[in-house]
């Protein structure tokens, strides 16, 4: 095998090692918000969801992509600066972490007079120990990954998810407050803080005795670019949730957060398919071959549209049952901030960032967009905001993100020459378009006509089951049977047409036909002994 071949599959397998850790993630912290919203009132989900917007931001905006620097660093240093790599990062984390924890601690109004809560400016102390100690120990999976040790991030991932899952979980049924989350936040990030000095000691020894501040200065020039980049994504895709959580109570603010619900794997598939085409852009760009660019484009696009388009036809019909099926009828508002949320998804298939990265000249031009998209955003969100309700609000911020990406594609395609002779490439994306409507139609009919008899069916099965009479249990069961029957009407429809029309290749369908064969081999076949011809 060649080398670029070799480091193809590599590349591939990290992608999947990495994607398999974020399943299985996800599956575990899946199950908090369905735990949360049915042991606390709708004001303390709101309270739980303030709290945690403002962690999950601090993490990523506090470090100034000084972590990301590692991914650069290690794969370019000698052994004694690839140690010094690593101490400027713990340096710089545990001093932003530690000046954000002092800050809320002598001003804890700050997230208070933000959300307009007394609560958050009880909590705020406590919030900036969990964002000191996240934004020190979230380094454990950044450090492992760019050391390129795939399987020992994927172990990392699962565990900081089981750990979160099993401390949060036992915080919901033990507590069920607000404050209990935030220790035992506390506590998932002392135990990660440990798992990481563990595993710098044994990867980078005596790293702590590699202080070089000539070298801090260049880490520091080298990740404060990709920082900033980072914190305009971070401002463009969050900050309509701080005005929401400023003009509207935090009971409504939990109606919007849940309406805000990220659709199960659908950003990790993009992030994989992504991955994998950066550096393979990269290498077609400096050959100058625009043709093979724009080729697996597209069909990185016909890949995504082949999910993408029938989950969002799906999710769209469906939209009101799915809401209260995961998180109640006290959530069924959420639908309608839900169903303009998911507009994002067939917009998704638009593949720019590989292409982006690879010239830098979009690259500058595309943060001068990012800039210019944010402060309109901004500017539209303010003086919207006496006007707005919950889905004005969510309508400016799914249009923020929509035009971004309609502008990077422009870019895109005035830089690659893209013309009417490549619109072939795109027949099977309007193949997939037409489909997903033809089976939504059919499951549209089949939903309206049996929802309330399914519904009662699912819920009587719990009543009888769990001998409960619980609304919440009730809703789950009732529900579930309803997107059960939806899914089994649309996923044969739109499979079969997708095959009937081509979209599903010869090569994919012999795959699928291939792992079948491994759990269902066929009748009378006799597995052949070991040492027998």
């Not at 967009?369 to 969510?394: A, C, D, S």
Request: a neutral charge; proline letters at 3%; hydrophobic letters at 55%.
């Amino acid at each position: 095998m060649s080398k670029p071949e070799a480091a193809t599959q590599s590349l591939k397998q990290q992608s999947a090692w990495l994607l398999v850790a974020k399943v299985i993630g996800f599956g575990f912290s899946f199950m908090l918000p369905l735990l949360i919203v049915r042991y606390l009132t709708q004001e303390e989900v709101g309270h739980y969801r303030e709290a945690f917007q403002v962690i999950m931001n601090a993490i990523v905006i506090l470090p100034l992509g000084f972590s990301m620097s590692s991914f650069y660093f290690l794969a370019r240093e000698t052994a004694d600066r690839r140690g010094a790599a690593i101490l400027n990062i713990l340096l710089f984390n545990f001093v932003v972490g530690g000046l954000a924890c002092l800050s809320l601690f002598l001003y804890p109004e700050l997230i208070g007079n933000i959300f307009k809560s007394p609560e958050l400016t009880r909590l705020a102390p406590m919030i900036g120990v969990v964002i000191w100690i996240w934004v020190f120990s979230t380094f454990l999976e950044t450090v492992a990954i760019a050391n390129q040790e795939a399987k020992v991030a994927t172990v990392f991932i699962v565990l900081a998810q089981f750990s979160k899952t099993l401390l949060m979980g036992s915080a919901v049924f033990l507590f069920a407050t607000v404050e209990s989350f935030i220790y035992a936040a506390m506590i998932q990030g002392v135990i990660q803080s440990c798992i990481l000095f563990w595993y710098l000691r044994s990867r980078f020894p005596r790293f702590w005795t590699k202080f070089e501040p000539s070298f801090f200065k260049d880490q520091f020039v080298y990740a404060i670019p990709f920082g900033i980049a980072g914190i305009l994504w971070m401002l463009q895709n969050d900050i309509h949730n701080y005005f929401v959580g400023h003009k509207f109570s935090s009971a409504e603010y939990a109606i919007y957060a849940y309406g805000c619900f990220e659709v199960p794997l659908i950003a990790m598939l993009a992030e994989s398919v992504t991955a994998v085409l950066i550096p393979r852009m990269n290498t077609l760009q400096v050959a100058g071959d625009k043709e093979e660019m724009i080729r697996l484009t597209a069909r990185a696009m016909q890949k995504l549209a082949f999910f993408y388009f029938p989950i969002y036809v799906f999710l769209l019909i469906t939209a009101q049952t799915f809401i209260i099926t995961l998180f109640t009828t006290n959530y069924q508002q959420s639908a309608s901030v839900f169903v303009i949320n998911i507009t994002i998804l067939p917009f998704s298939i638009l593949i720019t960032d590989p292409i982006v990265r690879s010239y830098k000249e979009l690259g500058r031009l595309f943060l001068v967009t990012r800039i210019v998209v944010l402060l309109t955003l901004v500017t539209v969100l303010y003086y919207g905001l006496e006007h707005f309700g919950l889905t004005g609000m969510i309508t400016a911020a799914v249009g923020a993100i929509v035009l971004e990406k309609i502008i990077a594609e422009t870019m895109v395609i005035r830089k690659l020459g893209l013309g009417m002779r490549h619109l072939p490439l795109m027949k099977n994306v309007l193949k997939t378009a037409i489909i997903s409507i033809a089976a939504g139609i059919v499951t549209y009919f089949v939903y309206e006509n049996v929802k309330v008899v399914l519904e009662a069916t699912g819920e009587h099965f719990a009543q009888e089951m769990f001998s409960t009479q619980k609304l919440a249990i009730l809703n789950f069961f009732g529900g579930s049977l309803v997107l059960l029957i939806s899914g089994i009407v649309f996923a044969p429809i739109y499979l079969y047409l997708a095959n009937l029309w081509g979209v599903i290749e010869e090569d994919e369908r012999e795959s699928v036909l291939a792992a079948m064969r491994r759990f269902w081999p066929k009748r009378g076949a006799v597995p052949v002994a070991d040492g027998e011809g």
